[in-house]
C-alpha cells in the first residue's frame, strides 16, 4: 500500500510541474507578444491619422510654387505637403507631425484648390528618387 501512495504523489508532482512549465512557457509568449501588439497598435494610428491629414490637404487652398508647400493643422498636429509638377497635376502627401508614415495621393491643381484623382491613391513615396520626396523635417512644424 505504502508504493501505491508514493506513485499517486510522484503523479501529482508530475502534472504539477508540466503545469507550471507549461504557465511559464504561456507568459512568455504573452509577454513576447505585447511589444508587437503595441507596434500594430501605433501603426495602425498613424495610417489613420496620416489618412486624416491627406483629407485635411484635400480641403485645403494651396499656394503656386516650386518644391514642396507645407500646411500643418496645429490642434490635430497634422502635416500636409504639395508638389506641384505639371500644369495641373501634382502630387498631395500627408502624415501626423512627428510621424514617419507619409501616404500620397494624386492631385489635380484648381485654381489654389485641389482635386483628388480617383484611384490616385498610393502609401509610398511614388517618386524615382528619395531626395525627391517630402522632407523628414518639412516646413511647417
Do not use: K
Not at 40 to 69: F, I, M
Amino acid at each position: 500500500m505504502n508504493q501505491q501512495g508514493n506513485s499517486a504523489l510522484g503523479m501529482v508532482l508530475m502534472v504539477l510541474l508540466v503545469g507550471s512549465v507549461t504557465l511559464n512557457a504561456t507568459r512568455t509568449q504573452l509577454g513576447q507578444g505585447m511589444p508587437l501588439l503595441a507596434d500594430v497598435r501605433q501603426q495602425q494610428q498613424d495610417y489613420w491619422q496620416a489618412q486624416a491629414a491627406l483629407q485635411w490637404g484635400l480641403q485645403q487652398n494651396w499656394s503656386p510654387g516650386e518644391g514642396w508647400r507645407c500646411q500643418t493643422e496645429m490642434q490635430q498636429q497634422w502635416q500636409s505637403c504639395l508638389l506641384r509638377q505639371e500644369e495641373d497635376h501634382g502630387l498631395l502627401s500627408a502624415r501626423h507631425a512627428g510621424r514617419a508614415l507619409w501616404l500620397f495621393h494624386w492631385i489635380s491643381l484648381r485654381n489654389a484648390g485641389v482635386q483628388a484623382q480617383a484611384h490616385g491613391w498610393i502609401d509610398y513615396c511614388p517618386l524615382p528618387e528619395e531626395a525627391l520626396c517630402p522632407p523628414q523635417d518639412a516646413a511647417g512644424l
